[in-house]
């Protein structure tokens, strides 16, 4: 799907957000990374380029099943440099 957007346009940032299926794995981030890592490589572009953008889930106060999960996803700036992470609040 990257490689057909490119075809018209230009990649300005990934957003990224997380699932319920993997909550409390503290290896987490670096899977993240992995993933981001290749999709860059596999459409030729630079990290300084294209921001990462990761969502956090619903707060476990707010009545969210995987909140605790935010503390895991607040993680990825230390191993993704151009990492953001997005605080939804309602």
């Not at 981030?29 to 990290?47: C, E, S, T």
């Not at 956090?56 to 990825?76: A, F, H, K, R, T």
Request: with cysteine; hydrophobic share 35%.
């Amino acid at each position: 799907m990257g490689k057909k957007a490119q075809e018209v346009g230009v990649i300005k940032g990934i957003l990224f957000h997380q699932g319920e299926t993997n909550t409390g794995q503290q290896n987490w981030p670096n899977r993240v990374k992995n993933v981001y890592y290749n999709i860059l490589k596999d459409l030729g572009l630079k990290a300084d380029d294209v921001p990462f953008l990761a969502g956090e889930v619903v707060q476990s106060n707010e009545g969210g099943q995987c909140g605790s999960m935010n503390s895991i996803i607040q993680q990825l700036p230390k191993v993704i440099p151009s990492a953001h992470v997005i605080f939804p609040r309602v």
